[in-house]
Structures are given as C-alpha cells and as structure tokens.
C-alpha cells in the first residue's frame, strides 16, 4: 500500500484500469477527462471495435471492472476467409481462442468506469488537458501518467525509431456499428465468431459479434481498405446509411459467400454516432516524457504504442501494459517513478510482449511470403492445428509471428501437427507450387506413418 498523488489524463479504456488499480492500493487519483461519463455514452462516437481477448477482461475483472461482460455472449474464435486478388476461389479456416473474448461498446464502459471511480473515492475533473495546463499543476502530483490515446500530449513521447514503425497509415478504416445481420455458426465449430475476410489484394473487413451501449447485441462491422484498391469505396461525405448501404452492396460483389448474412444488414438504430473513419499509422513511443519545467511522465495504452486494428492486439496490449505497469509502480512504495524505473520495466514489457504484438501485427499488413502461405494452407487443412496453433494463440501474439515468419520454428509445427492434416487437402490452384507441395509432403508422411 502506498498514498501518492497520482495524476492520470484520459479516461479511456487504459487510463480508467489504471486509475482504478491505483485507488486500490491506498492512492489518491486525481482523473482529468474531457467529457462527463453521460457525455461518453451519449455524445461520443465508440473509438474502436475493441474486441478484448479473455486475459485482458481478466485484468479487468481483477481491478473490480467490467461487470458488463457477463450477459454478453462472447466470441470463441475466428472464421476467416482469404483471397488472394478479387474473384478467385477463397479458402476458409476456422478456430478457437484460448479464452472467449468479448466485444463492449467502449461508450458504455467508459460511463460506467467513470462512475465507479468516483464512487470508491477517486477526484474526476473534467478538463480537456493542455501541455501548459498540465505544466501548471504538475507539481500537485507525485507522478502523473498519460493515456489521452492518439492526441497531442502523446508528442510528448516522440517516436522510437528503433521499434517496428510505419511513418504512414497502412489501411483507410471504416467502422460501422450494424443489426439484422445472420450469424455465421453453421459454417464452423466456433461459437460465434468474429468474421474476417482477407482480401489480398483489396483490404481486410471483420464483423465483430458487440455488445451496444444500448444493451443488444449486435455486429461491429471494420472495413481496412488499401488506399486505391477496391475495397476503397467509401467517402468521408456518407451518411451512416450510405455507408450501410455501400457495404452491403461491396459483399454482395466481393464476398458473395457472405451476401446472404447481410441481405437486412441496417445501421443500429437510435445511435447518431454509430460510424467512424480514420486510419493511424502503427508505431511505439519511448518511454518517457518531459514536461517544459523538466518533470518526467509517462505513457499508458496506445499513447505508448499505437496499433492498425487489423490483428486485434491494440486494447489487449493496452489493457496487459497498463497492468504490467502498475504492477512494477505498487514495488515502488512511497518511491515515485524514475525515467530509470520506466526505460526498465516499459523495456521488459516491450521485449516480452509488444514486440511481438507489434510484428504480429504489421505482418498482417504485408503479402504473405512462403512460409506465411505455407503455414495459412496448412491451418486450411488442419483444424486441431488452427485452434492450438493460430487462433488459440492471439493472445500470445510471439508464437503466432513464429508461426507465419520463423521458418524453423514453423516447419517444427508443421512436422508436429501432420498428424492431424485432413486426408482431402484443400489446395485451389492459385496456391503456389512450392507451398502446395510443402503440404503435399507433410500429407504424404501422416499417410506413410498410418
């Protein structure tokens, strides 16, 4: 137990554990919002799909947290579709998480978190913070931590240039929050899926099973378009209608396998601020900043390490940093926090885990090379080898790079699995000799065991 005064700015997902977490450990917070929680849930748009795998509602649940996941039905795993260039012949796979996960409006949360802060005795103060402002009163606090997501103080941080970056965003993202749309349970052994079609040549697009702030259940819908392919079709001009009704139209054309789940796709009702669009480019921050009268802060979430939504690692590396970190301040005591405390533990937690979520990710972003394309037909035919290997492992994002980059380590999971490959491969003919033959040869072996 300690009692400093802890300043944390932004009352986002990563912010709010962490204000949270320090209240119970004797602090005094003090959390600057720019918005009241009837605000968040009414006049904000959701930031994000924000699909949490079930290590990070853990982290929530253990900060007293997230009481809102439990009526929701939570996703199990994945169904993908990939294409290699519009019109030819997809390949599905299919598998389970390690841990369900679930998707929260993060409007609904937010209110509510904000709320429970104040009750167990947190200070909120609703400012819209500023470098000067934030100077000003600097010194009111023991430390202060930033996590104020993608706006101007994380320009205290700067780019860190020897960590995995983009100086440019990768996809034009556009979110749509959607109902009427049929579920995709026949297709698989997944209970309620997250749907990902991977168009290579075009874009990724995922429906993300969500729960709305409203309390029904509904589908977030994420088209990631490269800018110019045809995917890129929708104009920051558009009504949320507009929107809708452009991406029923691009299914029907691209993704007729998926047409007759989105026939009576609408945009959700009663919710003026059910789209967003965007595009971030990914990157890490360093970990630490100064303030002009030299006091040091530091970053929380994705003011430390900015994520494309394309792998899913963003809130799930915030809410497992935010913990890690809090984790290693509770050891401080009465001590405050040191750029030598923070170049330590934000390096141990960088090495262990967001080096790998960011490589994960950003792979995702490039053309698959052989051994990627090796390992994504061999999950084709593989289902045991989809759930243990690829989806059962997201949330530990190191082995599912390993699994699509390393090309020892993949053969290792290759050998290991082919016990299991289905005895009719699925191999269309856009697949790559040397791939299809890769398979063909670890079938031959399961066959020559048998």
């Given at each position: 137990?300690?009692?400093?005064h802890?300043?944390v700015?932004?009352?986002g997902t990563?912010?709010?554990?962490?204000?949270?977490?320090?209240?119970?450990?004797?602090?005094?917070?003090?959390?600057?919002?720019?918005r009241?929680?009837?605000?968040?849930?009414?006049e904000?748009?959701?930031?994000?799909?924000?699909?949490?795998y079930?290590?990070s509602t853990d982290?929530?649940?253990?900060?007293?947290?997230?009481?809102?996941?439990?009526?929701?039905?939570p996703?199990?795993g994945?169904?993908?579709?990939?294409v290699p260039a519009?019109?030819?012949?997809?390949v599905?796979l299919?598998?389970?998480?390690?841990?369900?996960?679930?998707?929260?409006d993060?409007?609904l949360?937010?209110?509510?978190?904000?709320?429970?802060?104040?009750?167990?005795?947190g200070n909120?103060?609703?400012?819209a913070?500023?470098l000067?402002?934030?100077?000003?009163i600097?010194?009111?606090?023991d430390?202060?931590?930033?996590?104020a997501g993608?706006?101007?103080l994380g320009?205290?941080?700067?780019?860190?240039?020897?960590?995995?970056?983009?100086?440019r965003?990768?996809r034009k993202?556009?979110?749509?929050?959607?109902e009427?749309?049929?579920?995709?349970q026949?297709?698989?052994?997944?209970?309620?899926?997250?749907?990902?079609?991977f168009?290579a040549?075009?874009g990724?697009?995922?429906?993300?099973p969500?729960?709305?702030?409203?309390?029904?259940?509904?589908y977030?819908?994420l088209?990631e378009?490269k800018?110019g392919?045809?995917?890129?079709?929708?104009d920051k001009?558009?009504s949320a209608e507009?929107?809708?009704?452009?991406a029923?139209?691009?299914?029907?054309k691209?993704?007729?396998?998926?047409a007759?789940?989105?026939?009576?796709?609408?945009?959700?009702?009663?919710?003026?601020?059910?789209?967003?669009?965007g595009?971030v480019?990914?990157?890490?921050?360093?970990?630490?900043?100064?303030l002009p009268?030299?006091?040091?802060?530091?970053?929380?979430g994705d003011?430390?390490a900015?994520f494309?939504p394309i792998?899913?690692?963003?809130?799930?590396n915030g809410?497992?940093q935010?913990?890690?970190?809090?984790?290693?301040?509770?050891?401080?005591?009465?001590?405050?926090?040191?750029r030598e405390?923070?170049?330590?533990?934000?390096?141990?937690f960088?090495?262990?885990?967001?080096?790998?979520?960011?490589?994960?990710?950003?792979?995702?972003l490039?053309?698959?090379?052989?051994?990627?394309?090796t390992t994504?037909?061999?999950?084709?035919n593989?289902?045991?080898?989809?759930?243990?290997?690829?989806?059962?492992?997201?949330h530990?994002?190191?082995?599912?790079y390993?699994?699509?980059?390393?090309p020892a380590?993949?053969?290792?999971?290759?050998?290991r699995?082919?016990?299991?490959l289905?005895?009719r491969l699925?191999?269309?003919?856009?697949?790559?000799?040397?791939?299809a033959?890769?398979?063909?040869?670890?079938?031959?072996?399961?066959?020559?065991?048998?």
């Amino acid at each position: 137990m300690s009692n400093k005064h802890i300043a944390v700015v932004g009352a986002g997902t990563a912010g709010l554990i962490f204000a949270h977490r320090m209240l119970r450990m004797g602090n005094r917070v003090t959390l600057f919002s720019d918005r009241t929680a009837q605000q968040w849930l009414h006049e904000s748009p959701p930031t994000g799909s924000a699909f949490a795998y079930g290590i990070s509602t853990d982290i929530e649940l253990a900060a007293g947290l997230n009481d809102h996941i439990r009526p929701c039905r939570p996703g199990d795993g994945i169904l993908f579709d990939f294409v290699p260039a519009a019109g030819a012949e997809h390949v599905s796979l299919a598998g389970k998480f390690c841990n369900p996960g679930s998707a929260v409006d993060l409007r609904l949360r937010i209110s509510d978190w904000m709320h429970q802060f104040e009750i167990r005795g947190g200070n909120l103060v609703i400012e819209a913070m500023t470098l000067d402002r934030l100077t000003q009163i600097s010194d009111e606090f023991d430390d202060i931590f930033i996590a104020a997501g993608k706006g101007d103080l994380g320009k205290l941080f700067g780019r860190n240039d020897e960590r995995p970056h983009y100086p440019r965003p990768q996809r034009k993202l556009i979110m749509m929050i959607t109902e009427h749309i049929i579920d995709w349970q026949e297709r698989s052994h997944v209970n309620n899926p997250v749907k990902f079609n991977f168009f290579a040549d075009g874009g990724e697009m995922f429906f993300v099973p969500y729960l709305h702030k409203s309390g029904r259940e509904c589908y977030n819908i994420l088209f990631e378009a490269k800018e110019g392919s045809y995917m890129d079709v929708f104009d920051k001009s558009m009504s949320a209608e507009e929107l809708n009704a452009t991406a029923r139209d691009w299914l029907r054309k691209y993704a007729p396998w998926d047409a007759s789940k989105v026939e009576h796709m609408s945009c959700v009702t009663g919710d003026k601020f059910s789209t967003l669009q965007g595009a971030v480019p990914p990157f890490v921050r360093n970990d630490f900043g100064e303030l002009p009268n030299g006091k040091t802060v530091f970053p929380l979430g994705d003011t430390w390490a900015v994520f494309d939504p394309i792998g899913g690692q963003g809130i799930n590396n915030g809410s497992r940093q935010v913990n890690y970190v809090a984790e290693r301040y509770i050891e401080l005591g009465g001590e405050r926090a040191s750029r030598e405390w923070a170049s330590e533990h934000y390096g141990q937690f960088y090495e262990n885990h967001t080096r790998w979520a960011t490589l994960f990710n950003n792979l995702l972003l490039e053309p698959l090379d052989e051994t990627g394309m090796t390992t994504l037909l061999f999950a084709v035919n593989n289902p045991r080898y989809c759930d243990e290997v690829i989806f059962g492992q997201f949330h530990a994002p190191k082995w599912v790079y390993k699994a699509f980059n390393d090309p020892a380590y993949a053969e290792a999971k290759w050998l290991r699995y082919a016990p299991f490959l289905q005895q009719r491969l699925h191999l269309p003919n856009w697949v790559p000799e040397g791939v299809a033959n890769r398979v063909h040869q670890f079938s031959q072996r399961t066959a020559s065991a048998a």
